[in-house]
């Protein structure tokens, strides 16, 4: 069984800057709901967040709800 299908929800919390970055990058942010250093949201765990997650990683502190 796949442990993505069992997780419902993560909690994403913007932890660095996206100034500097590459455009689709800050889209990436925006698109999560995110554009605050120390602004969090809960988002469904479907296969097009875990894409979006992937992308700006490097920018998130990601934590299973």
């Not at 689709?24 to 554009?35: A, M, S």
Request: no cysteine; hydrophobic share 35%; proline share 0%.
């Amino acid at each position: 069984m796949n442990n993505k299908n069992l997780i419902n929800d993560v909690k994403v919390t913007q932890v660095k800057s996206s100034i500097g970055r590459k455009y689709d990058q800050k889209l990436t942010l925006i698109g999560l709901g995110l554009n605050k250093i120390n602004k969090s949201v809960v988002l469904k765990n479907t296969d097009s967040v875990q894409g979006m997650l992937k992308k700006v990683e490097h920018l998130l502190k990601i934590e299973n709800v």
